[in-house]
């Protein structure tokens, strides 16, 4: 790969969720010949933590580099989905350019205007991709109407007076690997993405060398051979190795020695001995630096604005593990090191925060949505952690004397047989309509104002009730009067009365009851939540019963039982469906549900209505 550049480019690619952004990131990777010609290239390569492989869509911002046409572009590939929105407002303080890919069909969607508000905000130039353009069901010409009279809407928004409407507009296939600046011809490349990149619409950071530094720390890395790793833009200046800088943090300055410098190359990066303003760098030799800290010279410590992101809207209550199974399928069950894996999951998250409760077990850990939670909960267990999480509750806020509570704008792509069910189960939850509208042949798009708290445990329902064919994107409107209260969730649960290992027997026995979570050989245990009622109220139940034996053989053969398969037990279903009364156990091995109060006789099996 060639290394030699005359000009530089910080572009940050940038979208709703699977839009296809690591798709095209993949692409502009292969034919810019980044990759060496033998190098066997996986799908979706920026994608490279289990996660996000796992679940198809990217969870962290994630940098890379190519070389074209004599510039060296630093890449920046961000994530899609709303709950992820910090590691987007951390990137865009790394950038001079956002290159905004729109779905062909779907066209602008909640987190499309999240990002343009972002970038408009922060100077950004904007260039357009609409992407998938080979979609049956495309809207070409629509969409390109939608984006621009959505970068209207926000230039009056922000009351932005210089805003430049002739944004350039690229239209691609992503996945086919080839772009086009007209959507009536089909090319066999990407180099209308290249060039333009290249081109002098977006401009060069500025490269003042010769001022004090400055670097605001905006991500951290950890390396095993070379330890705790900031990254961050130069902003101006220069920084050299093995020489002295200075950390200002928000409480105190330090200073520390500059012992590795590094730049991106391809998907990887290199050291090197200087780095200078415009280029964004990975810098080892301190220890103690926390995100939205600034690296001076010792001489003048000028701090740059600390970055601050939209507050967290969403908690959970986070504890050890009390469960009768505890400690017999994790390592880590101790409250101190589940308080030592929230302060790192703090640290490199600005979006997240975390506090104390008056129970040493307990602590509360808030974030952006139930997907960004869920996923620090999955870290946890791959890493050996057993722990209990509670039902995800919105923050309120008391302003000017009124009870205020977070509110989402939610946008619903259904076929149109749907639509009577979707709007039900939304107006049930406080939802109201704002809009309805055809989007393309036999699929219409509703959009709601719903307080965020009846958007929780929604998501499985919506999938039911679109027969997994919906598409379902919700954005902040912000703090909004109290709707009142709700209910929770409307069937109660099915409780193991006893422990014991589960039979088809008595499961077989007990089908008229709900639908169960459990499987026959299961190890259960008193107060342990094992399925969902058909009625309102709980349901204690012995599913441990086996089969009287007898000496006398009955006249022909046992029936073979047959149960209803049993639905995956993930992380994100469970915190969905609990109640407030409920746990969900998270151990490397297993997902449970269990009542807070294991025994029987110690909780009523009616239940009130508890809010949410």
Sequence with gaps: MNTSFAKLKNIAVVAHVDHGKTTMVDELLKQSNTFEARAEVVERVMDSGEIEKERGITITAKNCSFIWNDTKINLLDTPGHADFGGEVERSLMMVDGVLLLVDASEGPLPQTRFVLTKALLGGLKVGVVINKIDRPDERISEVKGEVEDLLLEIASELDLEDFDIDIPFIYA??????????????????????DFMTSDYYPEPERDEKSDLQILVTNLTYSK??????????????????????????????????????????????????????????????????????ITTTSAQNALPRISVEPPTVAVNVSVSTSPLSGQEGEYLTSRKLEEFLQDSCRLNVALQYEGTPDPKIFKLKGRGELQIAIVFEELRRKGFELMVSRPEVLFQDIDGEKQEPYEKAVIDVPDEFTGAVTEKLSIRKGIMSSMMPVGEGRTRIEFEIPSRGLIGYRSAFLTDTRGEGLLSTEFLGYRSYAGEMLARQNGAIISDRAGKVTAYALFNLLNNGEFFIEPGDTVYEGMVIGESKKENDANLNVCRGKQLTSVRTAGKDENIILPPVRPRTLEWALDWIDNDEWVEVTPENIRIRKKELAANLRSVRRKEKKS
């Design 173 to 194: 296939s992503a996945k086919n690997g080839w772009a086009t600046l007209d959507p009536a011809e089909t090319r066999e490349d990407m180099l209308p993405i290249l």
């Design 225 to 294: 051979f070379l330890g705790q790793q900031f990254v961050g833009r130069i902003k101006q200046g220069t920084i050299i190795k093995n020489q002295q800088f200075s950390c200002v943090g928000a409480e105190k300055t330090k200073n520390f020695k500059v012992s590795n410098i590094q730049i991106y190359s391809g998907l990887t990066s290199q050291e090197v001995d200087t780095a200078v303003a415009g280029e964004i760098v990975i810098v080892s030799g301190l220890n103690e630096v926390a995100i939205g800290d600034t």
